[in-house]
């Protein structure tokens, strides 16, 4: 069986690649790239541009990590939700890039997401996710521990 060579391209801030769409989406040339997540990423990312948020490079970054780990469409659009929270919110704190974030910052906006109205495991899900994406900004340098 031949391998078919795929094009990768680098996102707009960094030199992460993520699969660039070839061939077509309905040829059947290259069934193992899932277009459905790629689109998601290209959207999610359009949308951290569009709003001007603080850390969208690095937003950027983590979602082509999770797009590498495999992760189906419905929690990269997940993913893509809390990022859009939590730098919306930073944002509106002031912040305007991630290298400053603090310990400060993260309990402001846990208590944000208590604030809400959210129910106890939703909140429990979004500090889940925060605390993976702070873990990632900590593994790039990004944030001091």
Same mark, same amino acid.
């Given at each position: ?6 094009? %990768? ?9 993520? =699969? ?10 290259? =069934? ?21 948020? =603080? ?21 990269? @659009?997940? @993913? ?5 929270? %939590? ?34 495991? @939703? ?12 873990? %990632? ?9």
């Amino acid at each position: 069986m031949d391998h078919i060579a795929i094009e %990768f391209r680098p996102t707009p801030y960094t030199n992460d690649l993520i =699969p660039y769409r070839l061939p077509d989406r309905h040829s059947l040339e290259a =069934p193992h790239i899932n277009y459905r997540r790629v689109r998601i990423i290209e959207e999610g990312v359009k949308r951290f541009s569009n709003n001007n948020l =603080p850390g969208t490079q690095h937003a950027e970054r983590y979602l082509c990590h999770k797009y590498r780990l495999n992760l189906q469409a419905g929690t990269l @659009t997940g @993913t893509i939700s809390f990022l859009l929270s %939590f730098l919306t919110f930073l944002r509106g704190q002031g912040s305007t890039h991630l290298e400053t974030l603090t310990r400060e910052d993260l309990e402001a906006f846990i208590e944000h997401l208590q604030g809400l109205g959210l129910q106890a495991s @939703t909140v429990a899900s979004r500090v889940k996710q925060l605390k993976a994406f702070v873990r %990632f900004l900590i593994e790039k340098a990004v944030v001091e521990p």
